[in-house]
Protein backbone atom coordinates (compact mmCIF):
# COMPACT_ATOMS: atom_id res chain seq x y z
CA UNK A 1 0.00 0.00 0.00
CA UNK A 2 1.66 3.17 -1.01
CA UNK A 3 -0.16 6.21 0.94
CA UNK A 4 -0.39 9.94 -0.74
CA UNK A 5 -1.40 13.24 0.71
CA UNK A 6 -4.50 14.85 -0.15
CA UNK A 7 -3.95 17.35 -2.79
CA UNK A 8 -1.43 14.24 -3.90
CA UNK A 9 -4.39 12.48 -4.22
CA UNK A 10 -6.81 15.02 -5.92
CA UNK A 11 -4.44 15.62 -8.28
CA UNK A 12 -4.22 11.81 -9.76
CA UNK A 13 -7.64 11.87 -9.32
CA UNK A 14 -7.93 15.19 -11.84
CA UNK A 15 -5.09 13.27 -14.24
CA UNK A 16 -7.34 9.74 -14.34
CA UNK A 17 -10.48 12.26 -15.30
CA UNK A 18 -8.03 14.24 -18.28
CA UNK A 19 -7.09 10.60 -19.38
CA UNK A 20 -10.27 8.93 -19.13
CA UNK A 21 -11.94 12.37 -21.35
CA UNK A 22 -9.21 11.79 -23.64
CA UNK A 23 -9.62 8.06 -24.49
CA UNK A 24 -13.48 9.00 -25.23
CA UNK A 25 -13.19 11.66 -27.74
CA UNK A 26 -13.68 10.72 -31.09
CA UNK A 27 -11.34 9.83 -33.23
CA UNK A 28 -10.77 12.98 -35.92
CA UNK A 29 -12.90 12.55 -38.95
CA UNK A 30 -13.06 15.26 -42.19
CA UNK A 31 -16.69 17.30 -41.94
CA UNK A 32 -18.44 18.99 -43.99
CA UNK A 33 -21.56 21.41 -43.67
CA UNK A 34 -23.20 19.19 -46.29
CA UNK A 35 -23.00 21.02 -49.47
CA UNK A 36 -24.45 18.85 -52.13
CA UNK A 37 -21.94 19.19 -54.36
CA UNK A 38 -18.91 19.13 -52.14
CA UNK A 39 -19.82 17.22 -49.09
CA UNK A 40 -16.45 17.37 -47.05
CA UNK A 41 -16.20 21.21 -47.50
CA UNK A 42 -16.82 23.59 -45.10
CA UNK A 43 -16.67 22.97 -41.01
CA UNK A 44 -19.43 23.24 -38.76
CA UNK A 45 -19.84 24.46 -34.97
CA UNK A 46 -17.85 27.70 -35.82
CA UNK A 47 -17.94 30.91 -37.73
CA UNK A 48 -14.57 32.64 -39.00
CA UNK A 49 -14.03 36.23 -38.25
CA UNK A 50 -11.25 37.62 -40.03
CA UNK A 51 -7.81 35.39 -41.52
CA UNK A 52 -4.55 37.01 -40.75
CA UNK A 53 -2.23 35.17 -43.46
CA UNK A 54 1.52 35.44 -43.60
CA UNK A 55 3.44 33.92 -46.57
CA UNK A 56 7.47 34.06 -46.65
CA UNK A 57 8.07 33.81 -50.68
CA UNK A 58 11.58 32.36 -51.67
CA UNK A 59 10.67 31.00 -55.88
CA UNK A 60 7.66 29.06 -57.05
CA UNK A 61 9.34 25.85 -56.67
CA UNK A 62 9.61 25.78 -52.84
CA UNK A 63 6.71 25.69 -50.07
CA UNK A 64 6.45 29.12 -47.95
CA UNK A 65 6.65 29.41 -44.82
CA UNK A 66 3.05 30.44 -43.60
CA UNK A 67 1.34 31.89 -40.34
CA UNK A 68 -2.46 31.53 -40.46
CA UNK A 69 -4.24 33.76 -37.45
CA UNK A 70 -7.68 32.96 -37.74
CA UNK A 71 -10.57 34.94 -35.75
CA UNK A 72 -13.38 32.94 -35.14
CA UNK A 73 -17.08 32.27 -32.85
CA UNK A 74 -17.95 29.22 -31.36
CA UNK A 75 -21.42 28.16 -32.60
CA UNK A 76 -21.66 25.33 -30.01
CA UNK A 77 -19.52 23.30 -27.67
CA UNK A 78 -16.49 22.01 -29.57
CA UNK A 79 -13.71 19.80 -28.38
CA UNK A 80 -12.86 19.18 -31.56
CA UNK A 81 -12.24 21.69 -34.76
CA UNK A 82 -11.64 20.85 -37.88
CA UNK A 83 -10.20 23.17 -40.85
CA UNK A 84 -10.23 22.40 -44.00
CA UNK A 85 -5.86 22.33 -45.26
CA UNK A 86 -4.09 19.69 -47.54
CA UNK A 87 -0.44 20.29 -49.42
CA UNK A 88 1.24 21.71 -46.49
CA UNK A 89 2.94 20.10 -43.44
CA UNK A 90 2.11 21.80 -40.10
CA UNK A 91 3.99 23.05 -37.58
CA UNK A 92 2.32 23.69 -34.63
CA UNK A 93 -1.16 24.88 -33.80
CA UNK A 94 -2.00 26.95 -30.97
CA UNK A 95 -5.51 27.52 -29.81
CA UNK A 96 -6.70 30.59 -28.07
CA UNK A 97 -3.29 30.67 -26.49
CA UNK A 98 -2.38 27.31 -25.66
CA UNK A 99 -0.95 24.59 -27.38
CA UNK A 100 -3.43 22.39 -29.41
CA UNK A 101 -2.97 18.65 -30.88
CA UNK A 102 -3.10 18.25 -34.59
CA UNK A 103 -4.05 14.97 -36.71
CA UNK A 104 -5.25 15.25 -40.32
CA UNK A 105 -8.11 13.42 -41.46
CA UNK A 106 -8.84 13.09 -45.31
CA UNK A 107 -8.01 16.96 -46.83
CA UNK A 108 -9.19 18.26 -43.04
CA UNK A 109 -6.87 19.40 -40.29
CA UNK A 110 -8.48 18.84 -36.92
CA UNK A 111 -7.44 20.52 -33.56
CA UNK A 112 -7.74 19.13 -30.27
CA UNK A 113 -7.77 22.22 -28.03
CA UNK A 114 -6.42 21.92 -23.98
CA UNK A 115 -9.10 22.76 -22.52
CA UNK A 116 -13.12 22.55 -24.22
CA UNK A 117 -14.17 25.07 -25.96
CA UNK A 118 -17.74 26.31 -25.00
CA UNK A 119 -20.37 27.62 -27.17
CA UNK A 120 -20.10 31.77 -28.03
CA UNK A 121 -16.31 31.83 -27.25
CA UNK A 122 -14.00 33.58 -29.63
CA UNK A 123 -11.86 31.58 -30.84
CA UNK A 124 -8.11 32.51 -32.17
CA UNK A 125 -6.47 29.76 -33.92
CA UNK A 126 -2.88 29.86 -34.98
CA UNK A 127 -1.12 27.51 -37.22
CA UNK A 128 2.08 27.61 -38.30
CA UNK A 129 2.53 25.96 -41.54
CA UNK A 130 3.93 25.42 -45.29
CA UNK A 131 2.06 26.20 -48.25
CA UNK A 132 3.53 23.97 -51.31
CA UNK A 133 3.27 25.40 -54.67
CA UNK A 134 4.49 22.02 -56.06
CA UNK A 135 2.26 19.49 -57.91
CA UNK A 136 -0.52 21.39 -58.65
CA UNK A 137 -3.32 20.82 -61.14
CA UNK A 138 -6.50 21.04 -58.65
CA UNK A 139 -6.07 24.91 -58.18
CA UNK A 140 -4.23 27.06 -54.91
CA UNK A 141 -1.24 28.31 -56.18
CA UNK A 142 -0.48 28.96 -59.81
CA UNK A 143 2.92 29.11 -60.71
CA UNK A 144 3.54 31.94 -63.51
CA UNK A 145 6.50 32.54 -65.41
CA UNK A 146 8.13 34.69 -62.88
CA UNK A 147 6.48 33.74 -59.48
CA UNK A 148 2.80 33.00 -58.24
CA UNK A 149 -0.87 33.40 -58.42
CA UNK A 150 -3.84 32.20 -56.73
CA UNK A 151 -6.77 30.07 -58.08
CA UNK A 152 -8.88 28.86 -55.30
CA UNK A 153 -12.65 28.39 -57.19
CA UNK A 154 -14.12 26.41 -56.11
CA UNK A 155 -11.96 24.53 -53.19
CA UNK A 156 -8.83 25.12 -53.56
CA UNK A 157 -8.25 27.46 -50.94
CA UNK A 158 -7.30 25.07 -48.25
CA UNK A 159 -4.76 23.83 -50.36
CA UNK A 160 -3.06 26.97 -49.52
CA UNK A 161 -3.85 27.99 -46.04
CA UNK A 162 -6.35 25.86 -43.18
CA UNK A 163 -9.60 27.66 -43.69
CA UNK A 164 -13.25 27.30 -43.56
CA UNK A 165 -13.13 26.48 -47.14
CA UNK A 166 -16.71 27.30 -48.05
CA UNK A 167 -18.39 30.80 -49.38
CA UNK A 168 -21.07 30.57 -46.82
CA UNK A 169 -18.40 31.67 -44.22
CA UNK A 170 -17.15 35.54 -45.81
CA UNK A 171 -14.24 36.84 -43.58
CA UNK A 172 -12.08 39.76 -43.56
CA UNK A 173 -8.52 38.77 -44.84
CA UNK A 174 -5.04 40.46 -43.81
CA UNK A 175 -2.03 39.53 -45.85
CA UNK A 176 1.51 39.63 -45.04
CA UNK A 177 3.81 38.66 -47.95
CA UNK A 178 7.65 38.73 -47.70
CA UNK A 179 9.07 38.30 -51.38
CA UNK A 180 12.88 39.14 -52.15
CA UNK A 181 13.78 42.27 -53.79
CA UNK A 182 12.81 42.75 -57.21
CA UNK A 183 9.64 41.36 -56.90
CA UNK A 184 6.32 42.86 -56.13
CA UNK A 185 3.70 41.18 -53.75
CA UNK A 186 0.00 41.97 -54.21
CA UNK A 187 -3.34 40.91 -53.18
CA UNK A 188 -7.04 41.81 -52.36
CA UNK A 189 -7.95 44.85 -50.73
CA UNK A 190 -5.79 47.83 -49.83
CA UNK A 191 -1.98 47.96 -49.12
CA UNK A 192 -1.12 48.98 -45.77
CA UNK A 193 2.48 50.62 -44.26
CA UNK A 194 5.32 48.95 -46.25
CA UNK A 195 8.38 48.87 -44.58
CA UNK A 196 12.31 49.09 -45.73
CA UNK A 197 13.33 46.33 -47.55
CA UNK A 198 15.56 43.73 -45.17
CA UNK A 199 18.74 42.17 -46.84
CA UNK A 200 17.45 38.74 -45.66
CA UNK A 201 14.40 37.95 -46.05
CA UNK A 202 13.55 40.61 -48.52
CA UNK A 203 10.16 42.93 -48.42
CA UNK A 204 7.08 42.68 -46.47
CA UNK A 205 3.67 43.32 -48.31
CA UNK A 206 0.70 44.16 -46.15
CA UNK A 207 -2.85 44.29 -47.93
CA UNK A 208 -6.32 43.77 -45.69
CA UNK A 209 -9.88 43.61 -47.34
CA UNK A 210 -12.36 46.61 -45.98
CA UNK A 211 -15.40 43.62 -46.84
CA UNK A 212 -15.91 40.13 -46.12
CA UNK A 213 -14.55 38.06 -49.05
CA UNK A 214 -15.08 33.89 -49.11
CA UNK A 215 -11.94 31.57 -49.26
CA UNK A 216 -12.37 31.29 -53.18
CA UNK A 217 -11.86 34.25 -53.68
CA UNK A 218 -8.49 35.40 -51.71
CA UNK A 219 -5.64 36.24 -54.37
CA UNK A 220 -1.92 36.59 -54.16
CA UNK A 221 0.02 37.46 -56.34
CA UNK A 222 4.46 37.67 -56.49
CA UNK A 223 6.19 38.78 -59.44
CA UNK A 224 8.25 41.06 -61.51
CA UNK A 225 4.87 43.56 -61.69
CA UNK A 226 4.09 46.72 -62.17
CA UNK A 227 1.41 48.17 -60.08
CA UNK A 228 -0.70 50.86 -62.35
CA UNK A 229 -2.96 53.11 -60.56
CA UNK A 230 -5.80 54.82 -62.12
CA UNK A 231 -9.28 56.45 -61.20
CA UNK A 232 -12.39 55.05 -61.75
CA UNK A 233 -16.37 56.56 -61.09
CA UNK A 234 -16.85 58.74 -58.63
CA UNK A 235 -13.44 58.81 -57.35
CA UNK A 236 -13.19 54.72 -57.21
CA UNK A 237 -9.45 53.62 -57.10
CA UNK A 238 -8.51 51.32 -59.95
CA UNK A 239 -5.24 49.04 -59.19
CA UNK A 240 -3.80 46.99 -61.86
CA UNK A 241 -1.02 44.46 -61.92
CA UNK A 242 0.86 43.18 -64.86
CA UNK A 243 4.39 42.28 -65.93
CA UNK A 244 6.47 44.65 -65.63
CA UNK A 245 8.00 44.36 -69.43
CA UNK A 246 4.50 44.41 -70.77
CA UNK A 247 3.26 47.69 -68.95
CA UNK A 248 3.32 49.62 -72.36
CA UNK A 249 2.12 46.91 -74.34
CA UNK A 250 -1.28 46.27 -72.03
CA UNK A 251 -1.95 49.66 -71.16
CA UNK A 252 -4.76 50.72 -74.08
CA UNK A 253 -6.70 47.68 -72.37
CA UNK A 254 -6.28 48.70 -68.71
CA UNK A 255 -7.66 52.30 -69.90
CA UNK A 256 -10.92 50.56 -70.75
CA UNK A 257 -11.55 49.37 -67.22
CA UNK A 258 -12.98 52.93 -65.81
CA UNK A 259 -15.33 52.54 -68.25
CA UNK A 260 -16.57 49.24 -67.73
CA UNK A 261 -16.96 49.93 -64.12
CA UNK A 262 -19.80 52.73 -65.23
CA UNK A 263 -21.14 50.48 -67.93
CA UNK A 264 -22.37 48.18 -64.75
CA UNK A 265 -22.98 50.74 -62.70
CA UNK A 266 -25.53 52.39 -64.84
CA UNK A 267 -27.45 48.66 -65.10
CA UNK A 268 -27.01 47.27 -61.37
CA UNK A 269 -25.31 50.60 -58.89
CA UNK A 270 -22.69 51.48 -56.95
CA UNK A 271 -19.75 49.18 -57.65
CA UNK A 272 -19.92 47.40 -53.91
CA UNK A 273 -15.79 47.59 -53.05
CA UNK A 274 -12.89 49.30 -52.29
CA UNK A 275 -11.08 49.22 -55.15
CA UNK A 276 -10.90 47.21 -58.49
CA UNK A 277 -8.40 46.14 -60.80
CA UNK A 278 -7.23 43.31 -62.90
CA UNK A 279 -3.58 40.99 -62.69
CA UNK A 280 -2.34 40.17 -65.80
CA UNK A 281 -0.26 36.64 -65.11
CA UNK A 282 1.95 35.13 -67.48
CA UNK A 283 0.76 31.98 -67.20
CA UNK A 284 -1.61 28.84 -68.93
CA UNK A 285 -4.71 28.61 -66.77
CA UNK A 286 -7.95 27.61 -69.41
CA UNK A 287 -10.19 30.08 -67.25
CA UNK A 288 -10.33 34.07 -65.84
CA UNK A 289 -11.23 34.67 -62.12
CA UNK A 290 -13.61 36.67 -60.16
CA UNK A 291 -10.78 36.93 -57.06
CA UNK A 292 -12.42 39.87 -55.41
CA UNK A 293 -11.36 43.51 -56.15
CA UNK A 294 -8.51 42.19 -58.47
CA UNK A 295 -9.58 39.87 -61.20
CA UNK A 296 -7.01 37.12 -62.32
CA UNK A 297 -6.46 37.36 -66.05
CA UNK A 298 -4.21 35.21 -68.52
CA UNK A 299 -1.64 37.22 -70.13
CA UNK A 300 -2.83 35.41 -73.63
CA UNK A 301 -6.43 36.96 -73.56
CA UNK A 302 -4.46 40.49 -73.99
CA UNK A 303 -1.62 39.18 -76.56
CA UNK A 304 -2.40 36.37 -78.19
CA UNK A 305 -4.13 36.21 -81.48
CA UNK A 306 -7.28 35.40 -83.01
CA UNK A 307 -9.52 37.40 -79.79
CA UNK A 308 -10.95 40.34 -81.26
CA UNK A 309 -11.19 43.27 -79.24
CA UNK A 310 -14.67 42.79 -78.46
CA UNK A 311 -14.82 39.47 -77.14
CA UNK A 312 -11.84 40.16 -74.80
CA UNK A 313 -13.51 43.53 -73.82
CA UNK A 314 -17.11 41.46 -72.57
CA UNK A 315 -14.60 38.78 -70.83
CA UNK A 316 -13.73 41.96 -68.96
CA UNK A 317 -16.76 42.51 -68.06
CA UNK A 318 -17.99 39.47 -67.20
CA UNK A 319 -14.93 39.29 -64.67
CA UNK A 320 -15.97 42.60 -63.27
CA UNK A 321 -19.88 41.71 -63.22
CA UNK A 322 -19.20 39.24 -60.40
CA UNK A 323 -17.68 41.84 -58.20
CA UNK A 324 -21.44 42.17 -57.40
CA UNK A 325 -22.99 38.80 -58.85
CA UNK A 326 -20.79 36.23 -56.60
CA UNK A 327 -18.59 38.23 -54.87
CA UNK A 328 -20.59 40.72 -53.01
CA UNK A 329 -23.29 38.60 -53.36
CA UNK A 330 -21.94 34.79 -52.73
CA UNK A 331 -23.50 31.94 -53.11
CA UNK A 332 -25.53 30.12 -50.45
CA UNK A 333 -24.32 26.89 -51.81
CA UNK A 334 -22.62 25.11 -54.55
CA UNK A 335 -25.58 24.21 -56.15
CA UNK A 336 -26.60 28.25 -56.07
CA UNK A 337 -23.74 28.49 -58.88
CA UNK A 338 -25.56 29.62 -61.48
CA UNK A 339 -26.58 32.59 -59.72
CA UNK A 340 -22.96 33.50 -60.50
CA UNK A 341 -22.08 32.39 -63.54
CA UNK A 342 -25.75 33.02 -65.24
CA UNK A 343 -25.64 36.98 -64.03
CA UNK A 344 -21.65 37.64 -65.12
CA UNK A 345 -22.79 35.73 -68.64
CA UNK A 346 -25.79 38.06 -68.94
CA UNK A 347 -24.05 41.04 -68.66
CA UNK A 348 -20.89 40.11 -71.24
CA UNK A 349 -23.87 39.42 -73.28
CA UNK A 350 -25.58 42.27 -73.04
CA UNK A 351 -22.43 44.17 -73.12
CA UNK A 352 -21.20 42.28 -76.15
CA UNK A 353 -24.46 43.42 -77.81
CA UNK A 354 -24.54 47.12 -77.28
CA UNK A 355 -21.18 46.86 -78.90
CA UNK A 356 -23.30 45.84 -81.81
CA UNK A 357 -21.18 42.25 -82.33
CA UNK A 358 -22.96 39.92 -81.33
CA UNK A 359 -26.72 40.46 -80.24
CA UNK A 360 -28.26 39.37 -77.14
CA UNK A 361 -31.07 37.68 -78.87
CA UNK A 362 -29.08 36.25 -81.32
CA UNK A 363 -27.38 34.56 -78.43
CA UNK A 364 -30.03 33.64 -76.62
CA UNK A 365 -31.84 31.87 -79.21
CA UNK A 366 -28.51 29.77 -79.65
CA UNK A 367 -28.51 28.89 -76.69
CA UNK A 368 -31.99 27.75 -76.08
CA UNK A 369 -30.89 25.30 -79.22
CA UNK A 370 -28.19 23.89 -76.86
CA UNK A 371 -30.11 23.92 -73.39
CA UNK A 372 -31.69 20.35 -72.94
CA UNK A 373 -28.09 19.01 -74.01
CA UNK A 374 -26.62 21.05 -71.58
CA UNK A 375 -29.35 20.01 -68.68
CA UNK A 376 -28.55 16.21 -70.29
CA UNK A 377 -24.78 16.76 -69.50
CA UNK A 378 -24.20 18.81 -66.86
CA UNK A 379 -27.73 18.67 -64.64
CA UNK A 380 -30.12 21.69 -64.47
CA UNK A 381 -28.70 25.01 -64.00
CA UNK A 382 -29.76 24.97 -60.16
CA UNK A 383 -29.26 21.47 -59.14
CA UNK A 384 -26.22 20.58 -61.34
CA UNK A 385 -24.60 17.17 -61.53
CA UNK A 386 -21.10 16.94 -59.00
CA UNK A 387 -17.59 17.11 -61.33
CA UNK A 388 -16.22 13.74 -61.84
CA UNK A 389 -13.69 12.61 -59.01
CA UNK A 390 -10.48 14.93 -59.86
CA UNK A 391 -11.90 17.23 -61.93
CA UNK A 392 -13.64 20.06 -59.78
CA UNK A 393 -13.37 22.48 -62.59
CA UNK A 394 -15.38 20.54 -64.03
CA UNK A 395 -18.34 21.77 -62.38
CA UNK A 396 -17.94 25.18 -64.42
CA UNK A 397 -20.30 23.58 -67.41
CA UNK A 398 -22.14 25.65 -69.96
CA UNK A 399 -25.30 25.28 -68.42
CA UNK A 400 -24.35 27.03 -65.23
CA UNK A 401 -23.05 29.94 -68.06
CA UNK A 402 -25.06 29.87 -71.15
CA UNK A 403 -28.09 27.64 -69.70
CA UNK A 404 -28.50 29.97 -66.50
CA UNK A 405 -28.09 33.51 -68.63
CA UNK A 406 -31.17 32.13 -70.71
CA UNK A 407 -32.97 31.91 -67.30
CA UNK A 408 -32.77 35.19 -66.81
CA UNK A 409 -33.96 36.12 -69.96
CA UNK A 410 -36.77 34.32 -69.78
CA UNK A 411 -37.40 35.88 -66.59
CA UNK A 412 -37.13 39.65 -68.21
CA UNK A 413 -39.47 38.40 -71.18
CA UNK A 414 -42.16 36.76 -68.54
CA UNK A 415 -41.89 39.96 -66.31
CA UNK A 416 -40.63 42.80 -68.11
CA UNK A 417 -37.34 45.26 -68.36
CA UNK A 418 -38.15 47.48 -65.85
CA UNK A 419 -39.36 44.73 -63.26
CA UNK A 420 -36.05 42.86 -64.44
CA UNK A 421 -33.96 45.55 -63.76
CA UNK A 422 -35.06 46.28 -60.28
CA UNK A 423 -34.43 42.62 -59.56
CA UNK A 424 -31.37 42.90 -60.42
CA UNK A 425 -30.47 46.16 -58.48
CA UNK A 426 -32.40 45.15 -54.87
CA UNK A 427 -30.60 41.67 -55.24
CA UNK A 428 -27.31 43.37 -55.12
CA UNK A 429 -28.10 45.67 -52.55
CA UNK A 430 -30.06 43.58 -50.33
CA UNK A 431 -27.81 40.50 -50.32
CA UNK A 432 -24.50 43.07 -50.33
CA UNK A 433 -21.81 41.66 -48.19
CA UNK A 434 -23.42 38.18 -47.21
CA UNK A 435 -24.65 35.48 -49.17
CA UNK A 436 -27.79 34.31 -50.77
CA UNK A 437 -29.27 31.51 -52.69
CA UNK A 438 -31.64 30.66 -55.29
CA UNK A 439 -35.12 30.61 -52.80
CA UNK A 440 -33.94 34.16 -52.02
CA UNK A 441 -33.79 34.84 -55.80
CA UNK A 442 -37.23 33.32 -56.29
CA UNK A 443 -39.07 35.33 -53.89
CA UNK A 444 -37.21 38.70 -54.43
CA UNK A 445 -38.35 38.39 -58.39
CA UNK A 446 -42.00 37.27 -56.94
CA UNK A 447 -42.05 40.47 -54.74
CA UNK A 448 -41.41 42.73 -58.01
CA UNK A 449 -43.42 41.10 -60.39
CA UNK A 450 -46.41 41.31 -58.11
CA UNK A 451 -46.75 37.69 -57.98
CA UNK A 452 -45.77 34.27 -56.98
CA UNK A 453 -43.13 32.92 -59.85
CA UNK A 454 -42.20 29.94 -58.30
CA UNK A 455 -44.16 27.69 -61.21
CA UNK A 456 -42.54 29.97 -63.76
CA UNK A 457 -39.41 29.80 -62.49
CA UNK A 458 -38.78 26.14 -60.93
CA UNK A 459 -38.65 24.28 -64.70
CA UNK A 460 -35.99 26.68 -65.79
CA UNK A 461 -33.79 26.32 -62.90
CA UNK A 462 -34.52 22.24 -62.45
CA UNK A 463 -36.54 20.74 -65.08
CA UNK A 464 -34.69 18.19 -67.33
CA UNK A 465 -35.83 19.88 -70.46
CA UNK A 466 -36.01 23.47 -71.59
CA UNK A 467 -39.97 25.27 -71.09
CA UNK A 468 -41.01 27.49 -73.66
CA UNK A 469 -39.43 30.82 -73.83
CA UNK A 470 -41.91 33.76 -73.19
CA UNK A 471 -42.54 35.78 -76.27
CA UNK A 472 -40.32 33.03 -78.37
CA UNK A 473 -43.07 30.57 -79.75
CA UNK A 474 -41.29 29.73 -82.61
CA UNK A 475 -37.80 28.99 -80.63
CA UNK A 476 -37.15 25.64 -80.57
CA UNK A 477 -34.74 23.05 -78.92
CA UNK A 478 -32.89 22.27 -82.40
CA UNK A 479 -30.34 23.73 -84.18
CA UNK A 480 -31.03 25.78 -87.13
Known amino acids: MQLTSPRLRAALLAAASLTLVAAVLPPPKPLGIGDRLFPELGNPGYDVLSYDLSFTYKDNKSPLEAVTVIQARALRPLELINLDFTHGKVASVEVNGEPARFET ?76 AGLTAVANGVPGALPAPRAAAGTTWTYRTVHPMATELAQVSVGRSAVVHATGPHGLPLRDVVPAADRERLAPWLKKTAGHVAWMEERVGRYPFENYGILIARATTGFELETQTLSLFEHGLFTGEGYPEW ?74 KAAAPGEKIGLFRPVVYDGAALILYALRQEIGAAAFDRVERRWVTEHRDSVAGTEDFVRLASQEAGRDLTSFLEPWLYGTKTPAMPGHPEWSGKSV
Open 105 to 180: AGEDLVLTPARPIARNVPLRITVRHTSDPRGRGDGGWVPTEDGLAMANQADAAHRVFPCNDHPADKAYFTFRITAP
Open 311 to 384: YVESVMVHELAHQWFGDSVSPRTWSDLWLNEGHATWYEALYADGLGKYSLERRMREAYQRSDQWRAAGGPPAAP
